[in-house]
């Protein structure tokens, strides 16, 4: 199993540009979630879903959009990027039933707005 | 809603020495616990975690951890830490309950460089 793996590694952004980036998971897990790690702050949700054709805001969804169309891929909008956008992102899947609320990571998209 | 709290943000130690991280939530329900880390340009992975039962929890590669329920605190501990324990070191609570999408709460991260 690959696990979590996000597409691109690595971004630059002019302001107003879009982009999407992509999550996917081959663990058949029904709930995914978009954090952004900034420094001091830890991560800080944006969005989740809790199965396919759902989703959910989460602590920091303003300038976000997100959609689960299948269940192994979650994907993560901005369509009018801002410096303030500037961040690493990562991606996390989890079962939703048993004992484990483990959240898996993907290795994270470094994303730079100029 | 709940937080978290990690009082150190950066600690520096020689190797051997003994290490404890703080991490205190604010909630009053019932949590599940868990200390991730992030070693340099990785990815976040599970070090331990707590459900229920045994307080004391032991996790990978000699760490430790303590929930105090009624300190609201889950720090972690490694007797002698190793100069590949540099990495950053993140708490998360989960409140169980009203926590529809069982979202995961983070602490800002403890940064740790062990001197060799």
């Known amino acids: 199993n690959a696990g979590v793996t996000q597409t691109p590694k690595f971004r630059v952004l002019k302001t107003g540009q879009s982009m999407t980036l992509l999550c996917a998971q081959d663990m058949n897990h029904e709930y995914m979630y978009w954090y952004r790690q900034d420094p001091g702050m830890g991560l800080r949700l944006i969005h989740y879903?809790?199965?396919?054709?759902?989703?959910a805001k989460g602590e920091v969804p303003d300038g976000y959009n997100v959609s689960r169309l299948k269940k192994q891929n979650f994907l993560l909008g901005l369509e009018s990027a801002a410096p303030s956008q500037t961040s690493v992102y990562f991606c996390?899947?989890?079962?939703?039933?048993?004992?484990?609320?483990?959240?898996?990571f993907g290795p994270g998209t470094r994303l730079t707005v100029t | 809603a709940q937080s978290v709290s990690q009082h150190n943000h950066h600690v520096i130690l020689s190797e051997a020495a003994s290490l404890e991280l703080g991490c205190n939530y604010s909630?009053?329900?019932?949590?599940?616990l868990f200390w991730y880390v992030q070693y340099p340009g990785q990815h976040l992975q599970l070090l331990l975690k707590y459900f229920s039962g045994d307080p004391l929890v032991k996790g990978i590669k000699g760490f430790e951890a303590e929930f105090i329920k009624s300190k609201f605190s889950f720090n972690l501990r490694k007797p002698s830490v190793q100069w590949s324990d540099t990495a950053e070191y993140f708490c998360a609570v989960n409140a169980r309950g009203n926590n529809a999408g069982n979202m995961l709460t983070f602490g800002g991260g403890t940064r740790l460089m062990v001197k060799p």
């Open positions: 996390a899947s989890r079962l939703t039933s048993g004992s484990s609320y483990e959240q898996y």
């Open positions: 879903s809790v199965g396919e054709g759902t989703t």
């Open positions: 909630y009053g329900g019932t949590v599940n």
